[in-house]
């Protein structure tokens, strides 16, 4: 395979696993209503519920990009979306608050987990045009909020809520065996760049790096929450 055609197999596979984890985090807030009336639980319980998601997600990201920085992007991937699968299956599968909140809990951390190493996968396949090649990628929110929200809502509507994340649980297997056949293990490391020279104290001491990192998981746990 020509170098151009296994970059933009991995984007796309990349942008796949973007888009699919994006969409289940549309699909519970979907849900929670029909969630809601099925398990019989309070508007209090279900918004903790949505809050559990967000709050893993955005404090995962940056022990996420640790390990990625220390363990192979492929191994650590494919376990991600193995580890979705197994959330979004206790998901459909909740009986009670305490299962479907676990499950819940683990969906948010793989989430959020994907995207750091997904961005080192790249940064490492990408020798120009990084911007094009970034850009492209978080295109997938977007087309997540439309196609996967009307997807999530369709089968909500026509079956009923379990089925919308059986679902994502085949996409998400799919997107897993892509992975584990087309993205390899990259030997090829480039230069290290100035960030990577800086000792992990020197980071946590930045106080504009963490006001921002701060204020970014707080507005996303916030906007999320919001929702319920």
Request: glycine share 6%; hydrophobic share 55%.
């Amino acid at each position: 395979m020509k170098a151009h055609q296994s970059l933009y197999l991995t984007l796309g596979i990349l942008w796949g696993v973007f888009f699919v984890g994006f969409s289940v985090r549309m699909a519970v807030i979907i849900t929670i209503p029909l969630i809601r009336e099925d398990l019989q639980i309070s508007f209090s319980q279900a918004g903790l519920l949505l809050s559990i998601t967000s709050m893993a997600y955005g404090l995962i990201q940056f022990p996420a990009g640790i390990l990625t920085d220390r363990f192979n992007e492929r191994t650590l991937l494919m376990f991600v979306t193995l580890s979705l699968a197994v959330a979004l299956i206790g998901i459909s599968a909740s009986t009670d608050l305490l299962f479907l909140a676990l499950s819940l809990l683990l969906m948010g951390l793989t989430v959020g987990f994907s995207s750091p190493v997904s961005f080192s996968i790249l940064s490492k396949k990408v020798k120009r045009r990084i911007g094009t090649i970034f850009g492209i990628y978080n295109t997938a929110p977007s087309f997540a909020q439309f196609f996967g929200t009307n997807i999530s809502s369709i089968i909500a509507v026509q079956y009923n809520w379990h089925d919308v994340f059986y679902l994502w649980v085949i996409l998400d297997l799919v997107l897993s065996i892509l992975i584990w056949r087309f993205i390899g293990k990259h030997k090829e490391r480039l230069p290290p760049t100035a960030i990577n020279r800086i000792p992990f104290s020197a980071l946590l001491s930045d106080k504009v790096l963490m006001g921002f990192l701060v204020t970014f998981i707080a507005h996303s746990v916030c906007a999320f929450s919001a929702l319920s």
